[in-house]
């Protein structure tokens, strides 16, 4: 699944470079290279040899504003400070490093797929601005917990696949879980805060909750149980609960009462 994820996110690297339209002029400084319009500037890369970064508000004196795709993928990364002028994130701008943890500021809006994917975190603040979480955003981490913001209202495919995450929320606003989302996680209880329309947690997502037959041997992929129990009382919109598994290889959920 790991090897999947890997050439999505290549996939996403290689078009990134293909079709990115560079407008503007050119700057740098301290190994940050970017382009400058009008609404300030986008970081394209980073060449430095630093391994711990902190990305600057300004570069000549133009506020930092969009991190481009593929921007610092695949460069050894162990830590990033994103300042709070940043908001908006490209496809796999991060992925694919040794990050351990992250802060994505609240003036972030919007974040592609794949942006922290393939690191090491532990730890992730998400902006309280964003409101979709894009596939593969968070994939492959070491993430123990997390925190969804009250903004979100999708959570799309694979975006915490492969992680530590024992429990999670997730928020009433949210009206849409995709493929795969929380797959390889040893979840034991999981929270809806609202209502979803059975087409925003279709067939598809059975799984999303579930454990991949390539991840333990002998258990095949989730069988579709905490779907059939969210929506056993409401075949339309669920029940909101908290429910409940006894291990986090079991395919039996219970709504906790």
Same mark, same amino acid.
């Given at each position: 699944?790991?090897?999947?994820?890997?050439?999505?996110? @290549?996939f996403?690297?290689?078009? +990134? =470079?293909?079709? $990115?339209?560079?407008?503007?002029? /050119?700057?740098s400084?301290?190994?940050?290279f970017?382009?400058?319009a009008?609404?300030? #500037?986008?970081i394209?890369?980073y060449?430095?040899?630093a391994?711990?970064?902190?990305?600057?508000?300004?570069? $000549?004196g *133009?506020?930092?504003?969009?991190?481009?795709? +593929?921007a610092?993928y695949d460069?050894e990364?162990t %830590?990033?400070?994103?300042p709070?002028t940043?908001?908006s !994130? %490209?496809?796999?701008a991060f992925?694919?490093?040794?990050?351990?943890? !992250?802060?994505i500021?609240? /003036?972030v809006?919007?974040? %592609?797929g794949?942006v922290?994917?393939?690191?090491?975190?532990?730890s992730?603040? #998400?902006?309280?601005?964003?409101t979709? !979480?894009? =596939? &593969?955003?968070?994939?492959?981490?070491?993430l123990?917990?997390?925190v *969804?913001?009250n903004?979100v209202?999708?959570?799309n $495919?694979?975006?915490?696949?492969?992680?530590?995450?024992?429990?999670?929320?997730?928020?009433?606003k949210?009206?849409?879980?995709?493929?795969?989302?929380f797959? &390889?996680n040893? @979840?034991?209880s999981?929270?809806?805060? =609202?209502?979803?329309k059975s /087409?925003g947690?279709?067939?598809?997502?059975?799984? +999303?909750?579930?454990?991949d $037959?390539s991840? *333990?041997?002998?258990?095949?992929?989730?069988?579709?149980?905490?779907?059939?129990?969210f929506? +056993?009382?409401?075949? !339309?919109?669920?029940?909101? %609960?908290?429910?409940?598994r006894p291990? =986090?290889? /079991?395919?039996?959920?219970?709504?906790?009462?």
């Amino acid at each position: 699944m790991k090897k999947s994820i890997m050439i999505a996110l @290549l996939f996403t690297v290689l078009c +990134a =470079g293909i079709f $990115a339209q560079k407008k503007g002029k /050119s700057v740098s400084e301290n190994g940050f290279f970017g382009t400058a319009a009008d609404n300030g #500037i986008t970081i394209t890369s980073y060449e430095g040899t630093a391994k711990n970064v902190v990305i600057p508000e300004k570069i $000549a004196g *133009i506020p930092v504003v969009r991190i481009e795709a +593929a921007a610092f993928y695949d460069i050894e990364l162990t %830590g990033v400070v994103i300042p709070n002028t940043v908001i908006s !994130i %490209g496809d796999s701008a991060f992925a694919n490093n040794n990050l351990t943890n !992250i802060i994505i500021p609240n /003036s972030v809006t919007r974040m %592609g797929g794949g942006v922290f994917a393939n690191n090491n975190l532990s730890s992730v603040v #998400i902006s309280d601005s964003i409101t979709k !979480i894009l =596939g &593969n955003t968070f994939a492959n981490n070491q993430l123990k917990e997390v925190v *969804i913001p009250n903004s979100v209202t999708e959570i799309n $495919a694979s975006a915490f696949q492969s992680n530590m995450v024992s429990a999670v929320t997730i928020p009433n606003k949210v009206k849409f879980i995709g493929e795969r989302a929380f797959t &390889n996680n040893p @979840l034991t209880s999981v929270t809806f805060l =609202g209502k979803i329309k059975s /087409s925003g947690f279709n067939a598809e997502t059975t799984r +999303a909750f579930g454990i991949d $037959a390539s991840y *333990i041997v002998d258990i095949a992929s989730f069988p579709g149980d905490l779907r059939d129990k969210f929506y +056993a009382a409401d075949k !339309i919109e669920g029940t909101p %609960g908290t429910y409940l598994r006894p291990n =986090g290889t /079991s395919s039996v959920w219970t709504l906790k009462k």
